[in-house]
């Protein structure tokens, strides 16, 4: 996969790494790259090209599919965090997680595999990119629900992975700790520079990976998935 003259369309580009996907792609030659947002009014990066695009809404999706039936490169950046926990949490913003981080992201894959497929001719079938997290490994008190939903992202991006490697889609994920964005301006804890987080994700994809942990904090949860509970969570043992 080559950044340069891809066209690409980035989801959630409004803000955050949205924006700062859309700015290196363009930086690194896209031909064209597609800033998508609920509200598109709120997308100004010069040079790209905005379009409507609310990833829970599936005519919304269908919409941007058909308007930007070019891509080749899918960036799945979309995201939101309310902060609840699973058992006493309003289930309403529970099931938003769910909606936004698993069902959002299947709804745009769903709508842009075939679009992939046609782009990518013989030679290949694209690419996509899950902006997964840390948090897709383990369960943090306070955040349960961006965990669950963000582990349930990470086993569709697995599973997407496997139903199109017929097409010779590369499907990358990337697992990152906190970063410095609005998402995360109320904690005061050492967070990563957005700008090399996606610099890192782009290399990764030109290098054809299928998974790129971003910092010591998503490789160290990752292995503890390989743990008896016990030992990554030692609070939770009842003697």
Known sequence: MHIMGSVALVTGANRGLGRHFVAQLLDRGASKVYATARNPQTVDIPGAHVLPLDITDEQSVAAAAAAAADVTLLVNNAGIATFENLVTGDPAKIRLEMETHFFGTLNVIRA?????????????GGAIINMLSALSFFSYDGANAYSAAKAAAWSLTNGVRVELLGQRTLVTAAHAGSIDTDMMAGFD???????????????????????????????????????????FYPQTVIS
């Open 189 to 231: 804890i050492p967070k990563l520079d957005p700008a090399k987080v996606i610099s890192a994700i782009l290399d990764a994809v030109e290098e054809n990976r299928l998974e790129v942990l971003l910092d010591a904090d998503s490789s160290r949860a990752k292995a503890g998935v390989a743990e008896d509970p016990s030992v």
């Open 112 to 124: 842009f595999a075939p679009i992939l497929k046609a782009t990518g001719g013989g030679a290949g």
